[in-house]
């Protein structure tokens, strides 16, 4: 079984430009999250989306968006980018919702996308 | 969600046993607590979850007292290959979505030495 793919897996763009950072879940699951992980630092929660909606948002500005396709399928979009966008870009899948019950659904993070901003 | 607290680093060496606590003080009735694995440059694994008591899997055990206020991983002989940052994770009490905003905290940086 195919686990979740990031494409691309390295991008450069400089100041000012957008960024579109893509993500497949694993077959099944209905729920993306994305993160963002700045050098030598730890996971910060950006976007949670669940069967093409925007469930919950980390602390970013509205310049970092994103959506849900109909194949569950994730986009991460990032406008006006800065110098200190510039992270690891992750993102996870599960197979639990909104009105999931215990044990609570692991997540299951790709490989992500390095995006360098110059 | 419930804040966790790591030791920010560890060393070890090749066929040791390994622990790693963590302390989550403000754990939530419902709330599971999940730990990961994460190499350079690549996304997190999931190693283990647990509730209460102990959880064994293939890879770790997970130890939770009774207050549940911590928790420890335990890693068994400990290879070249477990030096990694470990996280560890709690939430999960809400079926609203509290669990999805998963909050990842420094984690603890283990090196295994040979």
């Known amino acids: 079984e195919a686990g979740v793919t990031q494409s691309p897996t390295h991008l450069i763009k400089t100041r000012g430009q957008q960024a579109t950072l893509r993500c497949s879940p694993i077959?099944?699951?209905?729920?993306v999250y994305w993160y963002q992980q700045a050098l030598g630092l730890g996971l910060q929660f950006l976007l949670w989306y669940d069967e093409g909606e925007e469930r919950n948002r980390g602390n970013f500005p509205p310049r970092f968006s994103g959506r849900q396709f109909p194949n569950y399928s994730s986009e991460l979009n990032v406008n006006a980018l800065e110098l200190e966008d510039s992270a690891l870009y992750l993102c996870?899948?599960?197979?639990?919702?909104?009105?999931?019950?215990?044990?609570?659904?692991?997540?299951?993070f790709g490989p992500g996308t390095r995006l360098l901003v110059l | 969600l419930a804040k966790t607290t790591q030791p920010i680093s560890m060393d070890s060496y090749e066929g040791q046993e390994v622990n790693i606590t963590c302390s989550h003080n403000?754990?939530?009735?419902?709330?599971?607590i999940t730990w990961y694995q994460q190499f350079p440059s690549q996304g997190p694994r999931f190693i283990i979850q647990?509730?209460?008591t102990k959880v064994t899997n293939e890879v770790a055990s997970l130890f939770i007292p009774a207050d549940r206020k911590s928790s420890t991983l335990s890693l068994p002989r400990v290879s070249l290959s477990d030096t990694a940052v470990y996280y560890c994770l709690v939430g999960g009490g809400s079926f609203s979505g509290g669990y999805n905003k998963l909050i990842f905290g420094a984690g603890t940086r283990l090196a295994v030495h040979p």
């Open positions: 996870a899948s599960s197979s639990g919702g909104i009105n999931i019950g215990p044990p609570r659904e692991t997540q299951y």
């Open positions: 403000n754990i939530a009735t419902n709330d599971y």
């Open positions: 077959s099944g699951h209905t729920s």
């Open positions: 647990g509730y209460k």
